[in-house]
């Protein structure tokens, strides 16, 4: 089966650095997306890796190991507004987008 | 309009009653699928089109339907709801483009089921 596993909850205090980690099995693998959704909202999209390596975009990065079946969210200088969910969704053998449960960060001033 | 718009933006039903939740993209996306969020399960794809005039089911298709009779719109049907369809519902639409597969989303709907 397919599987995406993400923790269920983290907690950061304004300023700080969180990594966010997410490992996957699945059918094949076509590209690796990580979403953010603040509660009562849709989700929007922050990343996109397909390649092996760091892809940094202003306070956040993203990184993928296809070895390994990993990734990573790097969200650094943390601020209130970045307490939401973080979605992990894997590009399946189908071009099917596979979700992980989420994580909710929450931030502690 | 621009992006993705869904109606109506919440509603509560009786179980047993028919309802058509709407999804209108302008952004002249090939591809739109229908997810349902529940606390704890992450999203769960119902049913998708890769193209005007297809559709295929995803993880959850029982007690749903589409159609995709144009571009720009995709409905989701329930013929006969019921409670455990309580959820938050999202449309989504890409370019469907195989390389790149990035899906834009509209506000959500969220449907109780009595």
């Known amino acids: 089966g397919q599987n995406i596993d993400q923790p269920t909850e983290m907690t950061a205090t304004e300023g700080a650095i969180v990594q966010i980690n997410c490992t996957y099995q699945t059918s094949g693998f076509n590209g690796l997306f990580w979403y953010q959704q603040h509660a009562g909202e849709a989700p929007t999209f922050l990343s996109y890796n397909v390649l092996d390596g760091l892809e940094e975009k202003g306070r956040f990065s993203s990184f993928l190991s296809r070895s390994k079946g990993y990734s990573y969210l790097l969200l650094k200088e943390l601020q209130m507004k970045d307490s939401a969910s973080y979605l992990c969704a894997v590009v399946d053998s189908n071009y099917q987008l596979i979700w992980g449960a989420g994580t909710k960060l929450i931030i502690k001033p | 309009i621009a992006g993705i718009t869904q109606a109506p933006t919440s509603q509560i039903l009786a179980a047993g009653r028919r309802m058509t939740l709407r999804c209108t993209q302008d952004m002249r996306h090939n591809a739109m699928y229908w997810y349902r969020q529940d606390l704890g399960l992450g999203l769960r794809l119902i049913h998708y089109?890769?193209?005007?005039?297809?559709?295929g089911k995803g993880e959850v298709p029982d007690g749903y339907s589409v159609s995709r009779a144009n571009t720009d719109d995709f409905p989701l049907t329930l013929a006969s709801a019921v409670p455990s369809q309580t959820s938050v519902y999202f449309c989504?639409?890409?370019?469907?483009?195989?390389?790149?597969?990035?899906?834009?989303f509209g506000p959500g709907t969220r449907l109780t089921v009595l």
């Open positions: 089109s890769n193209t005007a005039g297809t559709t």
């Open positions: 989504a639409s890409s370019s469907g483009d195989a390389e790149y597969n990035e899906q834009f």
